[in-house]
């Protein structure tokens, strides 16, 4: 069935898919499965809305999410908007067809997955690599997510590129070599779909998704949220000074926090995974943001984001545009997706805004490209090379254990609770340099552990073990979830 799903989505007939053959020519897509913890589909939706003539939304499972009805079908691009962004965005509008192909050429080392969908019904895709990435996975999980903003397609292929990185360098690099075989990478180009078929349209618009907010006339073009404004974590803090009330507006929040399909999709990923590392690219100018982004959110002490994040800023090449800085936001900023990584699960969450503008051809996007290339790889590798802390937790039967692992000489003031995950009792850290460090595991109903550990280079392995059972709050599924500053 999901290959029937995931063929209909990219316009093809599967083979055989309710007795009847293939289209002429067509070529099955590769099957796609669903991230871990994602809630079923409806049972029937009504018809999606159009995407065009590349991208159809999918039927069935991504037809809808029952928050609204389907938007009316559109005519498409004009002629020569189109013959541009088919040039240089062209990856981006056939994004399915495009991920379905790596995944194919490289199927013992990727998996293509649906995380989600959009509010018009569109697919929500990943592509998560590494080798052990049809087993267990007990490794460390990184994420690298593209176009939260419709309307900044640069961002999409900033991640695209990483992805074709990995998969096509694996068998050559020791350096890549050793990403596939010690981690796993999520890679997600376009988080907001929707967005970005509306600016396929019209360039002003396709910042936030398509949500009708009741807006009128000439302004319609601006409907919809900014899911970079719709994280819980923060949401609302600043009273309206950072994500905005007005419907209309270019930041607007949302009703509520975390109300967006698109949104939820990406959180309960991230609960499934817990990622150890996170970026997520922008576009605007050249920067890299570490949290807290949030005025008057009081970062851990010592923030080990802070610190990798300078490590990073200190490596990177120079960017074509003009040099990458570190800093901790641009302007007024709450409900963001880096700060509810970091809240929720003590990712070190960066954001990279990559170039810019969107709008770039040629050499200068792909130079682009290039010098924002180090940015993940200096994540993987500042992990991998340590200092960084890793472990399980299992009670005394072997199960694996979900309980609040925290590191004694690291300081947290927002209400932080990171827990181990969930599949494997697995947690990882970054450590902000060498040392002596506690870590600490608050098992709920049953007390708190401590084993000291000394981490130099490299990472350190501190496995923990009940010594019963493990209390029903602390058998998966359960979760520790922090509410927020």
């Known amino acids: 069935m999901l290959l029937a799903l995931a063929a209909a989505c990219e316009g093809v007939a599967p083979p055989g898919a309710d007795g009847v053959a293939s289209a002429p020519g067509a070529r099955a897509t590769p099957p796609l499965v669903s991230a871990p913890g994602l809630a079923p589909a409806p049972a029937s939706a009504p018809p999606a809305a159009s995407a065009g003539p590349d991208w159809p939304a999918r039927p069935g499972a991504c037809a809808t999410t029952g928050l609204r009805a389907p ?46 969908c959009s509010l018009e019904g569109r697919p ?33 292929l900033v991640v695209l590129d990483a992805a074709r990185h990995l998969l096509e360098r694996g068998k050559g690099d020791p350096r890549v070599a050793r990403w596939l075989d010690e981690a796993l990478v999520w890679c997600l180009p376009l988080v907001n779909p929707d967005g970005f078929a509306a600016w396929r349209e019209n360039f002003g618009s396709g910042r936030k998704n398509r949500r009708d907010v009741g807006a009128l006339g000439p302004a319609r073009w601006n409907k919809g949220v900014d899911l970079y404004r719709n994280y819980p974590f923060g949401w609302g803090l600043l009273g309206g000074r950072a994500g905005r009330t007005d419907p209309m507006h270019m930041w607007y929040r949302g009703a509520v926090p975390g109300s967006e399909p698109e949104t939820q999709a ?20 050249v920067v890299l943001l570490a949290p807290y982004t949030i005025a008057g959110v009081r970062s851990p002490e010592p923030n080990d984001a802070w610190v990798v994040a300078e490590h990073i800023v200190r490596r990177m090449p120079r960017h074509p545009d003009r040099p990458i800085e570190l800093r901790r936001n641009l302007y007024p900023v709450d409900g963001t997706g880096q700060d509810w990584l970091r809240a929720s699960h003590g990712t070190v969450a960066l954001l990279v805004e990559s170039a810019l503008r969107s709008r770039v051809a040629g050499t200068q996007r792909e130079l682009s490209i290039e010098a924002i290339r180090p940015s993940w790889q200096l994540l993987l590798d500042r992990y991998l090379d340590g200092p960084s802390v890793y472990g399980e937790l299992r ?3 072997g199960r694996p254990v979900v309980a609040e692992v925290s590191i004694a000489e690291i300081r947290t003031f927002a209400g932080e609770s990171w827990t181990s995950r ?47 059972a493990a209390p029903p709050g602390a058998r998966c599924p359960a979760e520790v979830r922090p509410t927020g500053p």
Not at 124 to 140: E, N, S, T
């Open 266 to 285: 990406m959180m309960r990923l991230a609960q499934g995974e817990h990622f150890a590392g996170a970026i997520s690219y922008h576009v605007g100018t």
């Open 395 to 397: 009670d005394a039967s």
């Open 71 to 116: 938007a009316a079908p559109t005519a498409g691009p004009p002629r020569a908007r189109a013959a541009w962004i088919e040039q240089n965005f062209g990856e981006v509008a056939k994004l399915g067809s495009v991920l379905a192909a790596l995944h194919e050429h490289h199927p013992e080392v990727s998996e293509l997955v649906e995380i989600g």
């Open 422 to 468: 969930c599949r494997d009792g697995r947690f990882d850290r970054y450590l902000p340099g060498p040392g002596s460090y506690t870590l600490r595991v608050r098992v709920p109903g049953g007390g708190v552990l401590e084993r000291p550990f000394a981490a130099g280079a490299g990472r350190v392995r501190v496995d923990v073990t009940l010594p019963a």
């Open 124 to 156: 929500i895709l990943a592509l998560v690599i590494g080798r052990d990435v049809h087993g267990a996975r007990a490794r460390p999980s990184f994420l690298l997510d593209g176009a939260h903003h419709g309307d900044e397609p640069m961002s999409a």
